[in-house]
């Protein structure tokens, strides 16, 4: 099993930055791809970005040119930079893991953009 924690979330104003984290625990060695989502009320839940354990890097349309997806191998954390927020980017954010066939999901960090 895999363990995620997500933090980082808040509230900021439209053009700000935020930096999530992601800590992930367990049987780390068995995930093949890392990634964020995010869901805004009303609607389901999309992608935001995706780290494969190769290290490549998958965005959304939306976000490409403003978020960053990291990962420090060293402290079993991912994180999700975000620049240049606007308000459509508010939505709980949740952090995600694939391995072995199966899933994990944080408990979600709310982001929240005010304009």
């Known amino acids: 099993q895999v363990r995620l924690v997500e933090s980082g979330g808040g509230l900021v104003q439209a053009g700000g930055s935020l930096r999530l984290s992601c800590a992930a625990s367990?049987?780390?060695?068995?995930?093949?791809?890392m990634g964020w989502y995010r869901q805004a009320p009303g609607k389901q839940r999309e992608l935001v970005a995706t780290?494969?354990?190769?290290?490549?890097?998958n965005y959304a349309d939306s976000v490409k040119g403003r978020f960053t997806i990291s990962r420090d191998n060293a402290k079993n954390t991912m994180y999700l930079q975000m620049n240049s927020l606007k308000p459509e980017d508010t939505a709980v954010y949740y952090c995600n893991a694939i391995f072995l066939g199966s899933a994990s999901w944080g408990q979600g960090t709310q982001v929240t953009v005010s304009s």
């Open positions: 780290f494969t354990s190769s290290g490549n890097t």
């Open positions: 367990g049987s780390i060695f068995s995930i093949n791809i």
